[in-house]
């Protein structure tokens, strides 16, 4: 084997081992657990609080996006998406949760509308009482 072709041997080899590891790292359904025990409580009063006063708007709350959709309700899911780990938001105008890492939408129920995620987002009970919203597993 000659120089030339050795060293071309050993590029596509290595391209090659790069590819297949990109490949199998960049699905990974389930890159981070969602939280298990969630329970808590959101007073829709204060000012940290405050987006959820409007139908569409969200917060992040220990591992949790908390939305009020369009037509008034509160979900919660995971905010982890389950494809490779990134941080999904609430896009009222299609009212779906958006990974913009890869594209993967969840809808409000925290179910796979397109992948590449494959598993659903975990999904959290909510409950209003007064102004306080309360987000349960």
């Known amino acids: 084997m000659k120089r030339k072709e050795f060293l071309s041997s050993l590029g596509i080899g290595a391209a090659a081992l790069t590819c297949a590891y990109c490949f199998g790292s960049c699905k990974n359904d389930n890159p981070a657990s969602a939280p298990s025990n969630a329970d808590f409580t959101l007073d829709l009063t204060q000012s940290a ?21 369009n037509s008034g309700a509160y979900v919660a899911v995971s905010s982890t998406c389950t494809h490779a ?5 609430y896009n009222a105008s299609t009212n779906l949760f958006h990974c913009p890492n890869h594209g993967s939408n969840f809808a409000t129920d925290g179910s796979v509308v397109n992948g590449p995620a494959g598993s659903p987002l975990a999904k959290y009970n909510t409950s209003l009482n007064a102004n306080l919203l309360r987000v349960y597993s």
């Open 85 to 89: 780990g990134g941080t999904v938001f």
């Open 49 to 69: 609080n405050s987006s959820l006063n409007s139908n569409g708007g969200y917060l992040y709350h220990n591992g949790v996006i908390v939305a009020r959709t």
